[in-house]
């Protein structure tokens, strides 16, 4: 059976730091942790955009990204094989992932570094769970 | 975590253990737990460059390596205990902030060892000067 993000939606509630790869138009990976993967819908997710110069030029070029995300209570793991769809900085979704990252960063100390500067929408293509993890099956 | 990419452009990420870098500072060893393998050992294989980020999970102190691939081996002794070594201080560092200790059942054993031979290395830690 095929997952998608409703399957997963325990690993976005930004208890385990998400990481992201993206790659430019030469083929050179681009590594990034996120503060917050928010859910849009089953096949959506947006993450915050907030200092990634070079994840912004590659997605620019290339759209494709793999984000790697962890379920806090059973340390499953699964790969989000994603495309960059646009950038939000307004509206609801924006606003509902800036009051998110404004508690994260409060929590950490670091209000001044992680000011979110858009919500960037990605369509899951597919969701992979990584074998040989506490996963297999959904949470 | 270390990111790849196939032929054809398509990014992929993964978690490593253990690094360890050479006396001269030129290369860099981690450990590959089997379910990390796939699609990682195919994009070396084909000549993908990659990324290798580094991240203490408490201060978010962040460092990223990029290189190629020159060997892809068996891990012997000295990689196991150091994938091992890595491994538990990974989680005591996130316990501490909070992750549950089901961090622990995060497999680490190794199955394969990248030796990349760094081209860049930078500082990454999260602010307005991150790449």
């Known amino acids: 059976m095929s997952l998608t993000v409703d399957d997963i939606k325990t690993c976005l ?20 942790t996120l503060s917050k993967v928010e859910y849009v819908d089953a096949t959506h997710i947006a993450l915050s955009r907030q200092f990634f110069r070079t994840t912004v030029a590659n997605l620019a070029n290339n759209p494709r990204a793999c984000v790697f995300v962890t379920d806090p209570i059973t340390y499953a793991m699964y790969k989000l094989h994603a495309r960059f769809v646009r950038s939000e900085n307004e ?8 009051t998110r990252i404004e508690a ?10 992680f000011r979110l500067q858009a919500a960037d929408v990605f369509e899951v293509d597919r969701v992979e769970s990584v074998a040989g993890a506490r996963s297999g099956d959904p949470p | ?4 990419v196939s032929p054809d452009g398509v990014p992929d990420c993964a978690r ?10 030129r290369r860099i060893r981690v450990s590959l737990p089997a379910h990390t393998a796939d699609p990682l050992l195919d994009n070396v294989e084909a000549g993908s460059v990659v ?13 990223q390596v990029k ?7 068996e891990p012997v002794a000295a990689d196991r205990a150091a994938a091992r070594k890595h491994h538990e201080a990974f989680c005591s560092r996130a316990i501490s902030v909070g992750i549950p200790e089901t961090v622990r059942a995060c497999p680490y054993e190794p199955a ?3 030796t990349i031979e760094i081209d860049r290395l930078f500082v990454q830690t999260p602010g307005v000067r991150a790449p």
């Open chain 2, 51 to 63: 990324a290798l980020s580094f991240a203490d999970v408490v201060t978010f102190e962040t460092y």
């Open chain 2, 16 to 25: 490593v253990w253990g690094p360890a870098v050479s006396d001269d500072g």
């Open chain 2, 67 to 73: 290189g190629r691939a020159v060997a892809v081996g």
């Open chain 1, 104 to 113: 994260i960063a409060s929590m950490m100390g670091m209000e001044d570094v």
């Open chain 2, 1 to 4: 975590m270390v990111g790849s």
């Open chain 1, 91 to 98: 509206g609801p979704l924006f606003e509902r992932m800036r």
């Open chain 1, 13 to 32: 509630e930004g208890v385990v730091p998400a990481t992201m790869t993206t790659a430019d138009t030469d083929g050179v990976p681009h590594v990034v």
């Open chain 2, 112 to 114: 394969h060892v990248l």
